[in-house]
């Protein structure tokens, strides 16, 4: 039994054989043989195992093609990669942009500490750990900055300053365990005290009576009192939790900063000395 790859070897030569028999005839049969009669015969026999071959040889046909064209499609992915990643920058940029001009608008709209003369800063560094919760801001002494000055965001308090140097100054965040405010809350102005307690820890609401008229989303503003560090009216912190322990003399309350130092790049520091 011939092998299936072996057929179209013998078909072809069977094909050449007939050809010359063909054209032997027609050279010796004179005009009862004509030339064109000899192909049409001979393409009419080719014609059906043309067909065979084209279809035994076309998968390795498409085979390199697809190799070529692999290739190609590779290449147009990547371009296709490089628009897209070029695009997702450009959104990323936008965003953050429009994240900067709202900050700005804020700061420039602000209805707290209004009468007080401030300096715009801008944060350059986040350096919170376990010793201080603290960001730099590119202002120092050279544009009238001084220890203990407050440090606001568009939303509330972010801090007060802790160290100056000639061009920089570091702001002490509200979350620190060394930060302390007097705060309001409540239609007559009730007194706390709130205290930072470390990174990623809440802040605590102290000397709140029981039956306080406190509530969970309610947000403290700085108490102003005399020879108080903050001027009065900064929001400051929004009441997260409140519980009653059994027998306790004050309300367990906890809160968050009204500020996000995540997203934190513009502040303004106030000029603010406290009356003593």
Do not use: H
């Not at 279809?55 to 070529?68: D, E, H, L, M, W």
């Not at 990547?78 to 953050?96: F, R, S, W």
């Not at 309001?184 to 005290?193: H, K, Q, S, W």
């Amino acid at each position: 039994m011939v092998k299936l790859f072996e057929r179209p070897r013998i078909t072809l030569l069977i094909l050449v054989l007939a050809s010359a028999s063909l054209i032997t005839l027609n050279y010796r049969g004179g005009s009862r043989f004509s030339f064109v009669s000899v192909k049409a015969a001979v393409r009419d026999v080719i014609t059906p195992v043309r067909s065979t071959l084209d279809s035994a040889f076309s998968p390795v046909g498409n085979v390199i093609t697809g190799a070529f064209d692999y290739g190609s499609l590779k290449t147009e992915n990547q371009k296709l990669k490089n628009q897209i990643n070029g695009a997702e920058m450009v959104k990323l940029a936008a965003g953050d942009a429009q994240r900067q001009l709202n900050q700005l608008l804020r700061l420039d709209n602000i209805q707290f500490a209004q009468g007080i003369a401030s300096v715009p800063a801008q944060v350059i560094s986040m350096t919170p750990s376990n010793l201080q919760l603290s960001f730099e801001i590119d202002k120092g002494q050279s544009a009238g900055i001084q220890l203990g000055m407050v440090v606001v965001g568009g939303s509330g308090l972010a801090g007060r300053i802790v160290a100056v140097g000639s061009t920089t100054s570091t702001v002490l965040m509200v979350s620190d365990p060394n930060f302390a405010a007097g705060v309001r809350f409540g239609p007559g102005g009730n007194i706390a005290l709130l205290n930072g307690q470390g990174l990623n820890q809440p802040l605590k609401v102290n000397l709140v009576d029981p039956g306080s008229p406190i509530r969970v989303g309610q947000v403290l503003v700085t108490s102003g009192l005399q020879g108080e560090v903050f001027p009065p009216g900064i929001p400051i912190a929004r009441v997260t939790s409140i519980t009653n322990p059994l027998g306790a003399l004050q309300e367990s309350v906890k809160a968050a900063p009204v500020v996000d130092y995540g997203g934190l790049q513009y502040v303004r520091v106030l000029k603010w000395r406290p009356l003593s």
